[in-house]
Each structure stands twice: as structure tokens, then as C-alpha cells.
């Protein structure tokens, strides 16, 4: 999901790497804080689809800076990697989730409704396999692991209200 975050903060502007990182980092941080060595690779599968471009500038000391930018047709790759499949594992989902949701500005209106839709009905899965689970007689959970469960649950219902809000605004 990385390279969702990257489109998304190169397209007012060419990013050198470290440029790139922070703008990540600042807009992202709350939950993602990626590092250069995930960062670069994901540059370079993006130069290799063709989705972003490379500008190596020199300055008057003859230090090369490399700067990345958006290449014509990046907006079908973002919507491809966009729409890939969420996680099946709720951990990773989340996360997904999040970051989808932080770079949904650049989809239209009716690509925004979609996705919701489709979160939605993941969230509500998620949230009967947790209330199974919870009231799953023949499993002897202790407490942490009860407190554990009713917790998840909470947060998958939080998320459910907060995109059913965003669909409404």
C-alpha cells in the first residue's frame, strides 16, 4: 500500500526520496511511518510500471539530486492498486483500510461509493466473526483474551459508523 501513499503525495509537486518520506510521514504518520528502504523499492516497481518518472538535477557543487514525479497515465495505476482485494487478516486490513481512506480524495464520487460499500461489508464479516468468536461456547477464552475480543469488536463498529459518515458527507 505503500505506493498509494507515494502517488498521492507526489501529485502537486516532484519529490526527491527524502522529500517523499516526509511528506508520507507528515500527512501519514498517525499510522504509517514507512522508511527509506520500503520507500525506494516501491519507487522503483512504480518507474518500472511506467507510473512515475525520474529527473536527476545537478547543483553548481555537482551534487545530483534524483526527483520523482507523476508520469501521464498514473491515475489508472492508483485506481488498479486502489482496488486490489483488502486483506482477509484483520491486522493487515486495517491498515489497508486507513490508508485508502487517506488517499480516497483522488477517486470520483461514484469510485468513493464503491469502495465504501465494499469496506463496509468487510467491516460487518469482520465484526460477526468477532461476535462468534466471543460467543463460541466451546472455546475457553480467560478474560484478556474475552476484553481482547469485545474491544476488536468495538473498534470494527467505530470504523463501520465513521465510514457510514463519510458516504453521507
Known amino acids: 500500500m505503500i505506493e ?14 527524502y522529500s517523499l518520506r516526509s511528506e508520507i510521514i507528515e500527512k501519514f504518520g498517525s499510522f504509517t511511518k514507512p522508511s527509506v528502504g520500503t520507500i525506494h523499492p516501491a519507487l ?18 555537482g551534487k545530483k539530486s534524483t526527483y520523482y514525479g507523476l508520469a501521464l497515465h498514473w491515475q489508472k495505476k492508483f485506481n488498479d ?3 486490489t482485494p483488502l486483506s482477509d487478516n484483520p491486522t493487515t486490513f486495517f491498515t489497508e483500510l486507513q490508508t485508502r481512506v487517506g488517499v480516497m480524495s483522488l477517486l470520483d464520487d461514484d ?7 465494499d469496506a463496509l461489508q468487510k467491516l460487518e464479516s469482520f465484526s460477526l466473526d468477532l461476535q462468534n468468536a466471543l460467543e463460541d461456547e466451546y472455546i475457553d477464552y480467560d478474560e484478556y483474551q474475552k476484553a ?5 469488536i ?10 457510514a459518515n463519510l458516504k453521507e458527507s
Open 4 to 17: 498509494l501513499l507515494i502517488l498521492y503525495s507526489l501529485k502537486n509537486r516532484e519529490r526527491t526520496l
Open 111 to 117: 469510485l468513493k461509493e464503491t469502495f465504501i460499500n
Open 81 to 83: 492498486l486502489f482496488f
Open 44 to 61: 522503483k516497481r512504480l518507474l518500472s510500471s511506467n507510473t512515475v518518472t525520474i529527473r536527476n538535477d545537478f547543483s553548481q557543487g
Open 148 to 152: 481482547l475480543l469485545k474491544k476488536n
Open 154 to 163: 468495538e473498534d470494527t463498529e467505530n470504523f463501520k459508523n465513521f465510514l
